[in-house]
Protein backbone atom coordinates (compact mmCIF):
# COMPACT_ATOMS: atom_id res chain seq x y z
CA UNK A 1 0.00 0.00 0.00
CA UNK A 2 2.81 2.80 0.78
CA UNK A 3 4.00 1.93 -2.69
CA UNK A 4 1.50 2.23 -4.58
CA UNK A 5 1.03 5.95 -2.56
CA UNK A 6 4.28 6.35 -3.45
CA UNK A 7 4.05 5.38 -6.57
CA UNK A 8 0.49 7.43 -7.33
CA UNK A 9 2.77 10.85 -5.57
CA UNK A 10 5.15 10.82 -8.03
CA UNK A 11 5.74 11.62 -11.82
CA UNK A 12 2.72 13.58 -12.07
CA UNK A 13 4.29 15.47 -15.43
CA UNK A 14 6.29 12.76 -16.41
CA UNK A 15 4.35 12.10 -19.72
CA UNK A 16 3.59 15.89 -20.29
CA UNK A 17 7.50 16.43 -19.84
CA UNK A 18 8.11 13.86 -22.74
CA UNK A 19 5.02 15.67 -25.08
CA UNK A 20 6.81 19.24 -24.07
CA UNK A 21 10.36 18.24 -24.52
CA UNK A 22 9.31 16.19 -27.54
CA UNK A 23 11.64 13.62 -27.45
CA UNK A 24 13.05 12.53 -30.74
CA UNK A 25 11.46 9.16 -30.15
CA UNK A 26 7.99 10.53 -30.25
CA UNK A 27 8.61 11.19 -33.96
CA UNK A 28 6.55 13.93 -34.40
CA UNK A 29 8.34 15.51 -37.19
CA UNK A 30 5.44 15.38 -39.49
CA UNK A 31 4.24 18.63 -37.07
CA UNK A 32 6.82 20.20 -39.91
CA UNK A 33 5.37 19.49 -42.48
CA UNK A 34 1.47 20.36 -42.20
CA UNK A 35 -0.17 23.98 -42.50
CA UNK A 36 -2.24 25.77 -40.00
CA UNK A 37 -3.99 28.22 -42.57
CA UNK A 38 -7.01 26.95 -42.87
CA UNK A 39 -7.39 25.16 -39.94
CA UNK A 40 -9.39 26.25 -36.70
CA UNK A 41 -8.13 25.19 -33.40
CA UNK A 42 -9.35 22.80 -31.22
CA UNK A 43 -8.40 24.72 -27.94
CA UNK A 44 -6.86 27.86 -26.75
CA UNK A 45 -5.10 28.70 -23.70
CA UNK A 46 -4.30 32.09 -23.69
CA UNK A 47 -2.70 32.98 -26.97
CA UNK A 48 -1.68 29.20 -27.19
CA UNK A 49 -3.83 27.07 -29.98
CA UNK A 50 -3.81 23.75 -30.00
CA UNK A 51 -5.04 21.95 -33.50
CA UNK A 52 -6.05 18.90 -34.07
CA UNK A 53 -2.89 17.53 -34.86
CA UNK A 54 -1.71 18.83 -31.36
CA UNK A 55 -4.23 16.36 -29.99
CA UNK A 56 -3.21 13.90 -32.28
CA UNK A 57 -0.08 13.33 -31.37
CA UNK A 58 -0.69 14.13 -27.57
CA UNK A 59 -3.26 10.88 -27.76
CA UNK A 60 -0.65 8.61 -29.75
CA UNK A 61 2.05 9.46 -26.46
CA UNK A 62 -0.77 9.11 -24.03
CA UNK A 63 -2.18 6.08 -24.68
CA UNK A 64 0.86 3.65 -25.04
CA UNK A 65 0.22 4.07 -20.84
CA UNK A 66 -3.22 2.43 -21.78
CA UNK A 67 -2.57 -0.27 -24.17
CA UNK A 68 -4.59 -3.16 -24.13
CA UNK A 69 -6.55 -2.11 -21.17
CA UNK A 70 -9.71 -1.70 -23.68
CA UNK A 71 -10.14 1.95 -22.69
CA UNK A 72 -12.62 4.08 -25.00
CA UNK A 73 -10.57 5.61 -27.52
CA UNK A 74 -12.22 8.73 -27.28
CA UNK A 75 -12.30 8.77 -24.07
CA UNK A 76 -8.44 8.89 -24.14
CA UNK A 77 -8.23 12.03 -26.19
CA UNK A 78 -10.03 13.77 -23.85
CA UNK A 79 -7.93 13.34 -21.22
CA UNK A 80 -4.96 13.92 -24.19
CA UNK A 81 -6.35 17.46 -24.54
CA UNK A 82 -7.50 18.19 -20.92
CA UNK A 83 -3.49 16.83 -20.24
CA UNK A 84 -2.15 19.57 -23.35
CA UNK A 85 -4.56 22.09 -21.75
CA UNK A 86 -3.25 21.61 -17.84
CA UNK A 87 0.69 21.78 -18.87
CA UNK A 88 -0.25 24.65 -21.13
CA UNK A 89 -2.20 26.35 -17.72
CA UNK A 90 0.63 25.49 -15.58
CA UNK A 91 3.41 26.73 -18.28
CA UNK A 92 2.18 30.36 -18.92
CA UNK A 93 1.66 30.84 -14.92
CA UNK A 94 5.33 29.77 -13.85
CA UNK A 95 6.67 31.95 -16.76
CA UNK A 96 4.38 34.83 -15.62
CA UNK A 97 5.67 34.10 -12.07
CA UNK A 98 9.18 34.54 -13.57
CA UNK A 99 10.74 30.80 -12.44
CA UNK A 100 13.58 29.77 -14.25
CA UNK A 101 16.20 27.18 -15.35
CA UNK A 102 19.63 27.96 -16.56
CA UNK A 103 21.48 26.60 -19.05
CA UNK A 104 23.75 24.52 -16.98
CA UNK A 105 20.72 22.61 -15.42
CA UNK A 106 19.39 22.18 -19.25
CA UNK A 107 22.83 20.59 -20.52
CA UNK A 108 22.84 18.51 -17.65
CA UNK A 109 19.48 17.39 -17.72
CA UNK A 110 20.03 16.51 -21.69
CA UNK A 111 23.26 14.81 -21.10
CA UNK A 112 21.46 12.43 -18.77
CA UNK A 113 19.04 11.16 -20.97
CA UNK A 114 19.77 7.80 -22.44
CA UNK A 115 18.32 8.46 -26.06
CA UNK A 116 21.61 10.79 -26.46
CA UNK A 117 24.03 8.32 -24.78
CA UNK A 118 26.76 5.93 -26.56
CA UNK A 119 28.02 3.38 -23.73
CA UNK A 120 26.78 4.70 -20.97
CA UNK A 121 28.29 8.78 -22.22
CA UNK A 122 26.81 11.81 -23.72
CA UNK A 123 27.75 12.02 -27.66
CA UNK A 124 27.23 14.78 -29.17
CA UNK A 125 26.93 13.49 -32.40
CA UNK A 126 23.98 11.26 -31.09
CA UNK A 127 22.20 13.96 -29.40
CA UNK A 128 23.11 16.24 -32.92
CA UNK A 129 21.81 13.24 -35.35
CA UNK A 130 18.75 12.51 -33.62
CA UNK A 131 17.32 16.03 -33.14
CA UNK A 132 18.04 16.34 -36.97
CA UNK A 133 16.08 13.62 -37.91
CA UNK A 134 13.15 15.07 -35.87
CA UNK A 135 13.62 18.91 -37.65
CA UNK A 136 14.38 20.52 -34.15
CA UNK A 137 16.90 22.43 -33.73
CA UNK A 138 19.64 22.75 -30.62
CA UNK A 139 17.82 25.82 -29.58
CA UNK A 140 14.54 24.73 -29.57
CA UNK A 141 14.89 21.55 -27.94
CA UNK A 142 16.75 23.55 -24.90
CA UNK A 143 13.86 25.70 -24.82
CA UNK A 144 11.67 22.99 -24.24
CA UNK A 145 13.70 20.97 -21.56
CA UNK A 146 14.00 24.30 -19.80
CA UNK A 147 10.09 24.51 -19.74
CA UNK A 148 9.16 20.89 -18.59
CA UNK A 149 12.29 21.41 -15.58
CA UNK A 150 10.64 25.24 -15.00
CA UNK A 151 6.96 23.16 -14.48
CA UNK A 152 8.37 19.98 -12.45
CA UNK A 153 10.60 23.09 -10.42
CA UNK A 154 7.44 24.31 -9.45
CA UNK A 155 5.42 21.05 -8.64
CA UNK A 156 8.18 19.98 -6.23
CA UNK A 157 7.64 23.33 -4.70
CA UNK A 158 4.24 22.45 -3.66
CA UNK A 159 4.37 18.50 -3.57
CA UNK A 160 8.16 18.59 -1.23
CA UNK A 161 6.89 21.37 1.44
CA UNK A 162 3.98 19.08 1.98
CA UNK A 163 4.33 16.93 5.39
CA UNK A 164 2.86 14.29 7.43
CA UNK A 165 2.24 14.27 11.22
CA UNK A 166 2.43 10.99 13.46
CA UNK A 167 -1.22 11.52 13.55
CA UNK A 168 -1.28 10.79 9.95
CA UNK A 169 0.50 8.20 9.78
CA UNK A 170 -1.28 6.05 12.74
CA UNK A 171 -4.46 7.46 11.07
CA UNK A 172 -3.60 5.58 7.62
CA UNK A 173 -2.10 1.92 9.74
CA UNK A 174 -5.83 2.42 11.94
CA UNK A 175 -7.65 2.04 8.62
CA UNK A 176 -5.40 0.12 6.31
CA UNK A 177 -4.93 -2.82 9.28
CA UNK A 178 -8.57 -2.58 10.31
CA UNK A 179 -10.23 -5.88 10.87
CA UNK A 180 -13.97 -6.31 9.90
CA UNK A 181 -16.79 -9.24 11.04
CA UNK A 182 -19.45 -10.21 8.77
CA UNK A 183 -22.24 -12.86 7.52
CA UNK A 184 -23.64 -13.48 4.15
CA UNK A 185 -25.63 -14.90 1.62
CA UNK A 186 -25.50 -15.61 -2.04
CA UNK A 187 -28.43 -14.81 -4.23
CA UNK A 188 -27.79 -17.20 -7.13
CA UNK A 189 -28.70 -16.99 -10.69
CA UNK A 190 -32.08 -18.90 -11.84
CA UNK A 191 -32.12 -21.09 -15.09
CA UNK A 192 -34.51 -19.27 -17.12
CA UNK A 193 -36.62 -21.59 -18.88
CA UNK A 194 -39.55 -18.76 -20.44
CA UNK A 195 -38.16 -17.56 -24.04
CA UNK A 196 -37.88 -13.56 -24.03
CA UNK A 197 -41.62 -12.70 -26.97
CA UNK A 198 -40.97 -11.70 -30.39
CA UNK A 199 -41.01 -8.32 -29.49
CA UNK A 200 -38.31 -8.16 -26.32
CA UNK A 201 -36.11 -9.25 -28.58
CA UNK A 202 -36.58 -6.87 -31.38
CA UNK A 203 -36.84 -3.83 -28.87
CA UNK A 204 -33.52 -5.15 -27.56
CA UNK A 205 -31.96 -5.18 -30.51
CA UNK A 206 -32.84 -1.93 -31.92
CA UNK A 207 -31.24 -0.37 -28.45
CA UNK A 208 -28.02 -2.09 -28.91
CA UNK A 209 -27.67 -2.10 -32.76
CA UNK A 210 -24.46 -0.99 -32.17
CA UNK A 211 -23.48 -4.15 -30.12
CA UNK A 212 -24.35 -6.33 -33.05
CA UNK A 213 -21.67 -4.95 -36.00
CA UNK A 214 -19.42 -6.59 -37.90
CA UNK A 215 -15.93 -4.99 -36.79
CA UNK A 216 -14.67 -2.67 -38.32
CA UNK A 217 -11.48 -3.28 -40.86
CA UNK A 218 -9.23 -2.05 -42.80
CA UNK A 219 -6.24 -3.40 -44.90
CA UNK A 220 -2.81 -1.69 -45.31
CA UNK A 221 0.04 -1.18 -47.97
CA UNK A 222 3.56 -1.10 -45.95
CA UNK A 223 7.12 -0.63 -46.45
CA UNK A 224 9.01 -3.30 -43.66
CA UNK A 225 13.21 -1.89 -43.22
CA UNK A 226 14.46 -4.65 -41.69
CA UNK A 227 18.56 -4.95 -40.28
CA UNK A 228 18.34 -8.69 -41.39
CA UNK A 229 17.29 -7.80 -44.86
CA UNK A 230 20.17 -5.32 -44.64
CA UNK A 231 22.78 -7.60 -43.13
CA UNK A 232 22.40 -10.04 -46.05
CA UNK A 233 23.97 -7.36 -48.52
CA UNK A 234 26.72 -7.36 -46.73
CA UNK A 235 29.50 -8.90 -48.44
CA UNK A 236 31.68 -10.73 -46.09
CA UNK A 237 35.23 -12.36 -47.30
CA UNK A 238 37.23 -14.80 -45.47
CA UNK A 239 40.12 -12.12 -44.56
CA UNK A 240 37.57 -10.05 -42.87
CA UNK A 241 35.62 -12.93 -41.17
CA UNK A 242 39.07 -13.92 -39.87
CA UNK A 243 39.42 -10.88 -37.98
CA UNK A 244 36.11 -10.27 -36.97
CA UNK A 245 36.41 -13.81 -35.44
CA UNK A 246 39.50 -13.25 -33.60
CA UNK A 247 38.12 -9.64 -32.30
CA UNK A 248 35.27 -11.38 -31.21
CA UNK A 249 36.89 -14.66 -29.80
CA UNK A 250 35.31 -15.03 -26.73
CA UNK A 251 31.73 -15.24 -28.14
CA UNK A 252 32.92 -18.63 -29.61
CA UNK A 253 34.70 -19.85 -26.42
CA UNK A 254 33.43 -22.17 -23.59
CA UNK A 255 35.44 -20.93 -20.63
CA UNK A 256 37.25 -23.44 -18.40
CA UNK A 257 35.22 -24.95 -15.74
CA UNK A 258 37.06 -25.20 -12.29
CA UNK A 259 35.35 -26.74 -9.06
CA UNK A 260 37.06 -26.23 -6.45
CA UNK A 261 37.31 -27.29 -2.16
CA UNK A 262 39.29 -25.20 0.50
CA UNK A 263 40.00 -26.18 4.44
CA UNK A 264 39.56 -22.94 6.48
CA UNK A 265 42.35 -21.73 9.13
CA UNK A 266 40.41 -18.42 10.43
CA UNK A 267 42.75 -15.74 11.70
CA UNK A 268 40.67 -13.29 13.97
CA UNK A 269 43.78 -10.78 15.05
CA UNK A 270 47.81 -10.80 14.57
CA UNK A 271 47.85 -12.79 17.76
CA UNK A 272 46.35 -16.21 16.00
CA UNK A 273 47.56 -15.77 12.71
CA UNK A 274 51.07 -18.07 13.79
CA UNK A 275 49.32 -20.27 15.05
CA UNK A 276 46.63 -20.49 12.01
CA UNK A 277 49.19 -21.10 10.33
CA UNK A 278 51.17 -23.97 11.94
CA UNK A 279 47.22 -25.66 11.49
CA UNK A 280 47.52 -25.17 7.93
CA UNK A 281 51.13 -26.61 7.38
CA UNK A 282 50.15 -29.39 9.74
CA UNK A 283 46.74 -30.29 7.70
CA UNK A 284 48.50 -29.70 4.56
CA UNK A 285 51.60 -32.50 5.44
CA UNK A 286 48.12 -34.66 7.23
CA UNK A 287 46.65 -34.78 3.64
CA UNK A 288 49.54 -36.99 2.42
CA UNK A 289 47.85 -39.91 3.92
CA UNK A 290 43.84 -39.00 4.02
CA UNK A 291 40.96 -37.77 2.04
CA UNK A 292 40.78 -33.97 1.83
CA UNK A 293 36.85 -33.83 2.65
CA UNK A 294 37.79 -35.74 5.73
CA UNK A 295 40.39 -33.52 6.74
CA UNK A 296 38.28 -30.43 5.76
CA UNK A 297 35.05 -32.40 8.10
CA UNK A 298 37.79 -32.43 10.95
CA UNK A 299 39.40 -28.97 11.36
CA UNK A 300 37.98 -26.52 8.97
CA UNK A 301 36.67 -23.19 10.41
CA UNK A 302 34.38 -22.49 7.25
CA UNK A 303 31.92 -25.01 9.20
CA UNK A 304 29.30 -24.92 6.07
CA UNK A 305 31.54 -26.30 3.74
CA UNK A 306 33.14 -28.47 5.75
CA UNK A 307 30.07 -30.98 6.40
CA UNK A 308 30.54 -31.26 2.29
CA UNK A 309 34.51 -31.88 1.91
CA UNK A 310 34.94 -28.03 1.86
CA UNK A 311 33.08 -27.83 -1.42
CA UNK A 312 33.08 -24.52 -3.05
CA UNK A 313 31.22 -25.29 -6.11
CA UNK A 314 32.42 -23.99 -9.05
CA UNK A 315 35.60 -21.51 -8.92
CA UNK A 316 33.92 -17.90 -10.70
CA UNK A 317 36.69 -15.56 -10.87
CA UNK A 318 35.90 -12.07 -8.94
CA UNK A 319 34.08 -13.84 -6.38
CA UNK A 320 36.87 -14.40 -3.90
CA UNK A 321 40.31 -12.16 -3.72
CA UNK A 322 42.79 -11.95 -5.84
CA UNK A 323 45.41 -14.19 -3.85
CA UNK A 324 42.77 -16.76 -3.84
CA UNK A 325 41.93 -16.63 -6.88
CA UNK A 326 45.34 -16.84 -8.18
CA UNK A 327 45.94 -19.77 -6.12
CA UNK A 328 42.98 -21.49 -7.48
CA UNK A 329 43.42 -20.95 -11.11
CA UNK A 330 47.71 -22.16 -10.81
CA UNK A 331 46.43 -25.53 -9.80
CA UNK A 332 46.17 -28.76 -11.58
CA UNK A 333 43.40 -31.22 -11.12
CA UNK A 334 43.61 -33.42 -7.69
CA UNK A 335 46.75 -30.63 -6.71
CA UNK A 336 46.74 -28.89 -3.56
CA UNK A 337 48.10 -25.10 -2.65
CA UNK A 338 50.30 -24.51 0.21
CA UNK A 339 48.28 -22.11 2.63
CA UNK A 340 46.99 -19.21 1.08
CA UNK A 341 46.16 -15.95 2.91
CA UNK A 342 43.58 -13.70 2.64
CA UNK A 343 41.34 -11.74 4.97
CA UNK A 344 39.50 -15.12 6.12
CA UNK A 345 42.67 -16.75 7.24
CA UNK A 346 44.77 -18.88 5.72
CA UNK A 347 43.17 -21.66 3.10
CA UNK A 348 44.48 -24.90 1.74
CA UNK A 349 42.91 -25.16 -1.87
CA UNK A 350 42.45 -28.35 -4.17
CA UNK A 351 40.67 -28.19 -7.60
CA UNK A 352 38.53 -31.65 -7.79
CA UNK A 353 36.92 -31.04 -11.06
CA UNK A 354 38.63 -29.56 -14.38
CA UNK A 355 37.06 -29.02 -17.33
CA UNK A 356 39.88 -27.11 -19.99
CA UNK A 357 38.17 -24.13 -21.89
CA UNK A 358 37.96 -24.78 -25.51
CA UNK A 359 38.08 -21.89 -28.25
CA UNK A 360 35.69 -23.05 -31.32
CA UNK A 361 37.70 -22.94 -34.43
CA UNK A 362 37.13 -20.70 -37.05
CA UNK A 363 35.82 -23.06 -39.83
CA UNK A 364 33.36 -24.88 -37.39
CA UNK A 365 31.78 -21.55 -36.53
CA UNK A 366 32.25 -19.91 -39.73
CA UNK A 367 28.45 -19.05 -40.45
CA UNK A 368 27.70 -17.97 -37.30
CA UNK A 369 30.57 -15.66 -37.38
CA UNK A 370 29.52 -14.54 -40.58
CA UNK A 371 25.85 -13.73 -39.66
CA UNK A 372 27.63 -12.04 -36.90
CA UNK A 373 29.76 -9.63 -39.05
CA UNK A 374 27.14 -9.22 -41.23
CA UNK A 375 24.87 -7.98 -38.53
CA UNK A 376 27.38 -5.44 -37.17
CA UNK A 377 27.85 -4.14 -40.52
CA UNK A 378 24.22 -3.23 -41.19
CA UNK A 379 23.60 -1.47 -37.99
CA UNK A 380 25.10 2.14 -39.39
CA UNK A 381 23.20 1.52 -42.62
CA UNK A 382 19.97 0.27 -40.79
CA UNK A 383 19.56 3.34 -38.52
CA UNK A 384 20.69 5.56 -41.22
CA UNK A 385 18.35 3.80 -43.24
CA UNK A 386 15.70 4.59 -40.62
CA UNK A 387 16.34 8.42 -40.98
CA UNK A 388 15.90 8.50 -44.44
CA UNK A 389 12.49 6.22 -44.06
CA UNK A 390 11.38 9.00 -41.62
CA UNK A 391 12.06 11.74 -43.69
CA UNK A 392 11.15 10.72 -47.22
CA UNK A 393 7.44 9.16 -45.64
CA UNK A 394 6.75 12.76 -43.94
CA UNK A 395 7.86 14.45 -47.16
CA UNK A 396 5.70 11.99 -48.80
CA UNK A 397 2.57 11.60 -47.15
CA UNK A 398 0.07 10.09 -49.81
CA UNK A 399 2.65 7.70 -51.15
CA UNK A 400 5.07 4.85 -49.55
CA UNK A 401 6.40 4.40 -53.43
CA UNK A 402 9.15 6.99 -53.08
CA UNK A 403 10.42 5.77 -49.56
CA UNK A 404 10.13 2.19 -51.61
CA UNK A 405 12.80 3.28 -54.68
CA UNK A 406 15.01 5.29 -52.40
CA UNK A 407 15.83 2.49 -50.19
CA UNK A 408 14.97 -0.28 -52.21
CA UNK A 409 12.49 -1.68 -51.09
CA UNK A 410 8.94 -3.59 -51.79
CA UNK A 411 5.69 -1.66 -50.99
CA UNK A 412 3.35 -4.90 -49.62
CA UNK A 413 -0.03 -5.44 -48.86
CA UNK A 414 -1.83 -6.77 -45.93
CA UNK A 415 -5.05 -8.85 -45.88
CA UNK A 416 -8.41 -6.63 -44.06
CA UNK A 417 -7.58 -6.95 -40.04
CA UNK A 418 -9.79 -5.50 -37.07
CA UNK A 419 -8.42 -3.13 -34.37
CA UNK A 420 -8.09 -6.76 -32.14
CA UNK A 421 -6.68 -8.97 -34.73
CA UNK A 422 -4.81 -9.54 -37.65
CA UNK A 423 -2.38 -11.57 -39.20
CA UNK A 424 1.14 -11.51 -41.05
CA UNK A 425 2.47 -7.86 -39.99
CA UNK A 426 -1.17 -7.09 -38.20
CA UNK A 427 -0.80 -9.84 -36.11
CA UNK A 428 1.50 -6.50 -34.64
CA UNK A 429 -0.35 -4.56 -31.94
CA UNK A 430 1.67 -1.66 -32.80
CA UNK A 431 0.84 -2.00 -36.31
CA UNK A 432 -2.79 -1.98 -36.11
CA UNK A 433 -2.87 0.45 -33.81
CA UNK A 434 -1.15 2.50 -36.29
CA UNK A 435 -3.28 1.19 -39.19
CA UNK A 436 -7.03 2.56 -37.53
CA UNK A 437 -5.06 5.76 -36.33
CA UNK A 438 -7.15 9.21 -37.48
CA UNK A 439 -4.04 10.47 -39.43
CA UNK A 440 -3.90 6.90 -41.18
CA UNK A 441 -7.83 6.49 -42.13
CA UNK A 442 -7.55 10.17 -43.65
CA UNK A 443 -5.36 8.89 -45.99
CA UNK A 444 -1.32 9.74 -44.82
CA UNK A 445 1.31 7.50 -44.05
CA UNK A 446 1.72 6.39 -40.72
CA UNK A 447 4.96 7.76 -38.58
CA UNK A 448 7.45 5.03 -38.52
CA UNK A 449 6.55 1.78 -35.98
CA UNK A 450 9.59 0.41 -34.36
CA UNK A 451 9.14 -3.39 -34.65
CA UNK A 452 11.41 -4.50 -31.40
CA UNK A 453 14.84 -3.45 -32.22
CA UNK A 454 15.20 -4.63 -35.68
CA UNK A 455 12.53 -3.71 -37.51
CA UNK A 456 10.91 -0.30 -39.06
CA UNK A 457 7.72 0.34 -41.16
CA UNK A 458 5.21 3.01 -42.25
CA UNK A 459 1.82 1.61 -43.29
CA UNK A 460 -1.02 3.98 -45.48
CA UNK A 461 -4.69 2.93 -46.33
CA UNK A 462 -5.29 0.32 -48.67
CA UNK A 463 -8.79 -0.65 -48.13
CA UNK A 464 -11.19 0.76 -45.14
CA UNK A 465 -14.77 -1.37 -44.29
CA UNK A 466 -16.78 0.49 -41.69
CA UNK A 467 -18.83 -1.42 -39.27
CA UNK A 468 -22.11 -2.74 -40.72
CA UNK A 469 -25.02 -3.88 -38.93
CA UNK A 470 -25.71 -7.75 -38.67
CA UNK A 471 -29.25 -8.69 -39.36
CA UNK A 472 -31.60 -9.87 -36.27
CA UNK A 473 -31.90 -13.31 -37.30
CA UNK A 474 -28.31 -13.46 -37.31
CA UNK A 475 -27.84 -12.55 -33.64
CA UNK A 476 -30.80 -13.69 -32.31
CA UNK A 477 -29.85 -16.21 -30.03
CA UNK A 478 -27.19 -14.25 -28.75
CA UNK A 479 -30.49 -11.31 -28.03
CA UNK A 480 -32.10 -14.58 -26.22
CA UNK A 481 -28.80 -15.20 -23.93
CA UNK A 482 -28.04 -11.95 -22.87
CA UNK A 483 -32.54 -11.24 -22.14
CA UNK A 484 -32.36 -14.68 -20.33
CA UNK A 485 -29.76 -13.41 -18.04
CA UNK A 486 -30.60 -10.35 -17.94
CA UNK A 487 -34.15 -11.32 -16.57
CA UNK A 488 -32.20 -13.62 -14.20
CA UNK A 489 -30.07 -10.86 -12.92
CA UNK A 490 -33.37 -8.96 -12.06
CA UNK A 491 -34.46 -11.71 -10.24
CA UNK A 492 -31.46 -12.28 -8.33
CA UNK A 493 -31.49 -8.12 -7.45
CA UNK A 494 -35.04 -8.52 -6.61
CA UNK A 495 -34.50 -11.04 -4.26
CA UNK A 496 -31.05 -9.48 -2.65
CA UNK A 497 -33.25 -6.44 -2.04
CA UNK A 498 -36.18 -8.26 0.04
CA UNK A 499 -33.66 -9.69 1.87
CA UNK A 500 -31.43 -6.64 2.55
CA UNK A 501 -35.02 -4.89 3.99
CA UNK A 502 -35.76 -7.57 6.05
CA UNK A 503 -32.09 -7.70 7.75
CA UNK A 504 -32.31 -3.75 8.49
CA UNK A 505 -35.63 -4.44 10.06
CA UNK A 506 -34.30 -6.46 12.34
CA UNK A 507 -34.97 -9.63 11.58
CA UNK A 508 -31.80 -12.28 12.10
CA UNK A 509 -29.54 -13.58 8.91
CA UNK A 510 -29.87 -17.38 10.18
CA UNK A 511 -33.72 -16.97 9.78
CA UNK A 512 -33.68 -15.44 6.72
CA UNK A 513 -30.97 -17.62 5.01
CA UNK A 514 -32.77 -20.64 6.20
CA UNK A 515 -36.32 -19.68 5.21
CA UNK A 516 -34.83 -18.87 1.80
CA UNK A 517 -32.37 -22.13 2.00
CA UNK A 518 -29.06 -19.98 1.05
CA UNK A 519 -25.86 -20.90 2.84
CA UNK A 520 -24.91 -19.12 5.51
CA UNK A 521 -21.24 -17.29 5.34
CA UNK A 522 -19.34 -16.16 7.80
CA UNK A 523 -16.08 -14.38 7.81
CA UNK A 524 -14.04 -13.01 11.40
CA UNK A 525 -11.47 -10.31 11.15
CA UNK A 526 -10.83 -9.80 7.73
CA UNK A 527 -8.05 -7.74 6.77
CA UNK A 528 -7.73 -5.58 3.72
CA UNK A 529 -6.02 -6.81 0.87
CA UNK A 530 -5.25 -9.76 2.71
CA UNK A 531 -8.79 -12.01 2.25
CA UNK A 532 -9.55 -14.59 -0.34
CA UNK A 533 -13.25 -13.14 -0.68
CA UNK A 534 -14.18 -11.75 -4.26
CA UNK A 535 -12.69 -8.28 -4.67
CA UNK A 536 -15.74 -6.72 -5.42
CA UNK A 537 -17.10 -8.12 -2.41
CA UNK A 538 -14.16 -7.18 -0.20
CA UNK A 539 -13.79 -3.46 -1.61
CA UNK A 540 -17.87 -3.65 -0.72
CA UNK A 541 -17.11 -4.74 3.00
CA UNK A 542 -14.29 -2.35 3.60
CA UNK A 543 -16.27 0.65 2.02
CA UNK A 544 -19.14 0.33 3.83
CA UNK A 545 -20.38 2.62 6.92
CA UNK A 546 -19.43 1.36 10.56
CA UNK A 547 -22.45 -0.71 12.42
CA UNK A 548 -24.26 2.30 14.63
CA UNK A 549 -25.80 1.62 17.70
CA UNK A 550 -25.33 -1.97 17.85
CA UNK A 551 -27.04 -2.68 14.78
CA UNK A 552 -24.96 -3.79 11.57
CA UNK A 553 -24.20 -2.35 8.51
CA UNK A 554 -26.32 -3.87 5.64
CA UNK A 555 -25.69 -4.08 2.18
CA UNK A 556 -25.47 -5.63 -1.16
CA UNK A 557 -22.42 -6.49 -3.41
CA UNK A 558 -23.19 -7.46 -6.82
CA UNK A 559 -20.52 -10.68 -7.84
CA UNK A 560 -18.36 -10.82 -11.60
CA UNK A 561 -21.14 -13.92 -12.27
CA UNK A 562 -24.43 -11.35 -11.50
CA UNK A 563 -25.25 -13.31 -7.82
CA UNK A 564 -25.76 -10.88 -5.35
CA UNK A 565 -24.30 -11.00 -1.75
CA UNK A 566 -26.30 -9.26 0.60
CA UNK A 567 -23.79 -8.99 3.87
CA UNK A 568 -24.31 -8.20 7.49
CA UNK A 569 -21.64 -6.19 8.82
CA UNK A 570 -21.29 -6.52 12.68
CA UNK A 571 -18.44 -5.14 14.09
CA UNK A 572 -15.24 -2.97 12.68
CA UNK A 573 -11.84 -3.47 15.08
CA UNK A 574 -9.28 -0.62 14.61
CA UNK A 575 -6.16 -1.52 13.11
CA UNK A 576 -2.59 -0.81 15.25
CA UNK A 577 0.86 -0.76 13.84
CA UNK A 578 2.70 -4.14 13.24
CA UNK A 579 6.30 -4.40 14.22
CA UNK A 580 6.99 -4.44 10.24
CA UNK A 581 4.79 -1.18 9.98
CA UNK A 582 7.04 0.74 12.71
CA UNK A 583 9.74 -0.51 10.75
CA UNK A 584 8.66 1.16 7.67
CA UNK A 585 7.95 4.43 9.70
CA UNK A 586 10.06 7.20 7.65
CA UNK A 587 8.58 5.62 4.72
CA UNK A 588 5.34 5.89 5.55
CA UNK A 589 5.53 9.51 6.31
CA UNK A 590 7.07 10.56 3.09
CA UNK A 591 4.63 8.51 0.87
CA UNK A 592 1.71 10.04 2.54
CA UNK A 593 3.79 13.79 2.87
CA UNK A 594 3.67 12.95 -1.16
CA UNK A 595 0.37 11.97 -1.28
CA UNK A 596 -1.07 15.36 0.40
CA UNK A 597 1.28 17.07 -1.80
CA UNK A 598 0.07 15.71 -4.89
CA UNK A 599 -3.25 16.29 -3.78
CA UNK A 600 -2.45 20.17 -3.14
CA UNK A 601 -0.95 20.35 -5.95
CA UNK A 602 -4.05 19.59 -8.17
CA UNK A 603 -5.80 21.89 -6.15
CA UNK A 604 -3.16 24.44 -7.35
CA UNK A 605 -3.42 23.67 -11.30
CA UNK A 606 -7.87 23.26 -11.23
CA UNK A 607 -7.56 26.75 -9.77
CA UNK A 608 -5.22 28.19 -12.01
CA UNK A 609 -7.11 26.41 -14.59
CA UNK A 610 -10.47 28.14 -13.78
CA UNK A 611 -8.76 31.31 -13.54
CA UNK A 612 -6.99 30.85 -17.28
CA UNK A 613 -8.79 31.87 -20.32
CA UNK A 614 -9.41 28.29 -21.66
CA UNK A 615 -11.71 27.93 -24.83
CA UNK A 616 -12.37 24.35 -26.29
CA UNK A 617 -14.05 24.45 -29.41
CA UNK A 618 -15.24 20.41 -29.93
CA UNK A 619 -16.15 20.69 -33.15
CA UNK A 620 -13.61 22.59 -35.45
CA UNK A 621 -14.36 23.97 -38.67
CA UNK A 622 -11.96 24.56 -41.59
CA UNK A 623 -11.99 28.77 -42.29
Not at 131 to 139: A, E, F, K, W, Y
Not at 509 to 521: D, F, G, M, T
Not at 544 to 562: E, T, W, Y
Request: aromatic share 8%; hydrophobic share 40%; proline share 3%.
Amino acid sequence: MLTKIREKAQGAFAWGILILICVPFALWGINNYLGTGTEAPIASVGDKDFYQRDVNNAYEQYSQNFQGMGIDEQALKAQALQKLIKDEVLLQYVHSEGLVVTDDEARDFIKSLPYFQVDGKFSDKQYKTLLGSQRISSGEFVSRVKNALIMEQFQHAIVDSSFATQYDVESFFKIQNQQRDVDYVVVPLQSMTEQPSPEEISSYYQQRQDSYQTPEQVSVEYVDLSLEDIAKKVVANDEKLKAFYEEQKDQFTTPERRKISHILFSVNDKATEKAALEKALKAKQELENKDFAVVAAEVSDDKLTAKKGGDLGLFNAGAMEKSFEDAASALKLGEVSNPVRSAFGYHLIKVTELVPGNVKPFESVKNDVAKAYQKAQAENAFYEAGEKLTELSYENPDNLQPVADALGLTVKKSALFTKEKGEGIASDEKIRSAAFSEEVLQGNNSAPVERGTESLAVVRLLEHKAAAKKDLNDVKQEIISALSKQKAYQLAAEKAREIKARLQAGESIQVVAAENKLELKTAKGLERGKNKLPEQLSDAIFKSAKPVGGKPSIFIAVLPSGEQAVVSLSKVTAGVMSESDKKQMDLAKKNIANAFGQAEFNEVLNSLQAEADVEVNTKPRAQ
